[in-house]
T-cell receptor, first 114, second 114 residues
C-alpha cells in the first residue's frame, strides 16, 4: 500500500532559522505530492504541490522538490517567522482506477520562538 | 469562490444522541471527502463521493456513520448513537482537478461527546 513518513515533532526554532521537515513516501504508482499546513482550530490549507519527478513546489517562501530516486519531498524554508508556527502534513495521491484518496503523514508540529 | 464551508463549527452532544454535520464544497468540484482527525494525528479517511455517488468508504467506519450527497452538491455526515470515542474534528474537503488532484479543506466541525 501507500504510506507517508514524516519526521517526529515538535520542531522548535528561533525566528529567521532555516527549516527542514523531512517527508518520505512509498507508493504503488506515480503519486502527486503535497504539503498542507494546519493552524490551531482550523482545517488544512494546501501549501504547495508537485506532480512529477524533479518538480519544485513553492509558496510563501516554502519549497519542496519531488525526488523520485529517494522517494522524498522534504519541506524547506530559509527564514522562518513566528507566524509559521503550525502543524505541517505531507501527503500523496495516486489517481489510479478512479480512486483519488490521499494518504497523509502524521504531521510535524513547528514552533517558532521570537 | 467562497471555499469549503462546514456547519456547525462546534457540536457538544450527550452519548447516545444522533448528530448531523453539513459540508458545502467549492461549487465546481465534483469530488467530496470526509475525514476524522484526532489530536496529534493526520486526517483519517472516512468516505468519498464523486458527484452524488459514494465511491469508497473506510473499512474502519462503523455502521453508525452514514453520509449522503443527494444532488452532488452539499453533503451530510450523520453519526447515530454517539460514543465518547467519536469525539474528534470532522473535516470535509473537495477536489475537482484533473492533473494534481489537490484537495481544499473546510474549517472542520469539532464534536465533543459527553
Amino acid at each position: 500500500g501507500n504510506s507517508v513518513t514524516q519526521m517526529e515533532g515538535p520542531v522548535t526554532l528561533s525566528e529567521e532559522a532555516f527549516l527542514t521537515i523531512n517527508c518520505t513516501y512509498t507508493a504503488t504508482g506515480y503519486p502527486s505530492l503535497f504539503w498542507y499546513v494546519q493552524y490551531p482550530g482550523e482545517g488544512l490549507q494546501l501549501l504547495l504541490k508537485a506532480t512529477k519527478a524533479d518538480d519544485k513546489g513553492s509558496n510563501k517562501g516554502f519549497e519542496a522538490t519531488y525526488r523520485k530516486e529517494t522517494t522524498s519531498f522534504h519541506l524547506e524554508k530559509g527564514s522562518v517567522q513566528v507566524s509559521d508556527s503550525a502543524v505541517y502534513f505531507c501527503a500523496l495521491i495516486i489517481a489510479s482506477g478512479g480512486s483519488y484518496i490521499p494518504t497523509f503523514g502524521r504531521g510535524t508540529s513547528l514552533i517558532v520562538h521570537p | 469562490d467562497t471555499g469549503v464551508s462546514q456547519n456547525p463549527r462546534h457540536k457538544i452532544t450527550k452519548r447516545g444522541q444522533n448528530v448531523t454535520f453539513r459540508c458545502d464544497p467549492i461549487s465546481e468540484h465534483n469530488r467530496l471527502y470526509w475525514y476524522r482527525q484526532t489530536l496529534g494525528q493526520g486526517p483519517e479517511f472516512l468516505t468519498y463521493f464523486q458527484n452524488e455517488a459514494q465511491l469508497e468508504k473506510s473499512r474502519l467506519l462503523s455502521d453508525r456513520f452514514s453520509a449522503e450527497r443527494p444532488k452532488g452538491s452539499f453533503s451530510t455526515l450523520e453519526i447515530q448513537r454517539t460514543e465518547q470515542g467519536d469525539s474528534a474534528m470532522y473535516l470535509c474537503a473537495s477536489s475537482g482537478g484533473t492533473v494534481s488532484y489537490e484537495q481544499y479543506f473546510g474549517p472542520g466541525t469539532r464534536l465533543t461527546v459527553t
